[in-house]
């Protein structure tokens, strides 16, 4: 056993008793604060998309790129939020929840997080493709706009496909995966797993032609999620930090009867 940094377990058929140390406390706190994050970049960029740069409204290349020009400074770092910083943070989460629920359901968890591990790669990719072709945009548009139209054309369904414009399936499964074993462990609230549930329904829901506006709802109903989830790991405490130092210099030697007495040996180690 390394330490006794996750579990004690009493020798011969004893229960083994999950701990959480000071380091698995920080690491579900910096999960905490990273959902907590996602929850507010979607928050943000709702009225900034809405009020300052009326994207969805501009329906010709014309008015995209004049859109672009008009509002390049603001639009690159709202992307940089919202989907290159937004990918490394959910990156965060998906880890801190890995840790979390791994132990009830190890394949699922491992599928589950490299599914979260795609869609944070995939949407830091759709943030960087957007902003530097919005950077080659504006800048051809000052000589050609004709052909800063065209250029457009051709970025813009790339970096839209990247960020869920076909459809959540990478952020739907993610939050189904997750939700369906936070159940079954009770690692997280009850009520909380069942609503994950529904938000991953609803985003995979998307994915059909006819349903893609199901994505607006997965992206409110996501709001929420990330906020009951950050909250929650915040919360976590270390709560066997302390038995588990005491352990450390216990189990760090077992002792066993010998035809000399009891004698010490070395520790065993998993």
Known sequence: MVGCASAL????????????????????????????????????????????????????????????????????????????????????????????LKDAAPS????????????????????????????????????????????WQAIEPVSSALGGAGGEILGGLWVLLVSVVALKSGALPKLLGWFGIAVGVVGLTSVVPPLHDAAIGFGLLQIVWFVWVGVTLLM??????????????VISQSWRPSNRGIERTAPALD
């Not at 907590?36 to 900034?48: E, G, K, S, T, W």
């Not at 809405?50 to 790129?65: F, I």
């Not at 949407?123 to 050609?144: C, H, P, Q, R």
């Not at 976590?236 to 210099?249: E, F, L």
Request: hydrophobic share 55%; proline share 2%.
């Open 9 to 100: 377990r009493p020798h011969g058929k004893g229960i083994a008793m999950k701990t959480s140390t000071h380091d698995d406390a920080k690491r579900q706190k910096a999960g905490g604060a990273a959902a907590i994050y996602l929850a507010l970049a979607y928050i943000v960029a709702m009225p900034y998309f809405l009020l300052v740069a009326n994207y969805q409204g501009a329906t010709t290349a014309a008015e995209k790129v004049a859109l672009i020009v008009s509002n390049y400074s603001s639009m690159y770092a709202m992307y940089l939020i919202t989907y290159v910083f937004f990918g490394i943070t959910l990156a965060v989460l998906a880890f801190a929840l890995y840790d979390r």
């Open 108 to 151: 699922t968890m491992r599928v589950a997080t490299a599914v979260g591990l795609l869609w944070a790669v995939a949407l830091v990719t759709s943030g960087m493709v957007w902003d530097y072709g919005m950077t080659t945009i504006v800048a051809l548009a000052k000589t050609d706009p004709a052909q800063a139209q065209l250029a």
């Open 236 to 249: 976590t405490k270390a709560t066997a930090a302390a038995v588990g130092q005491a352990s450390d210099r």
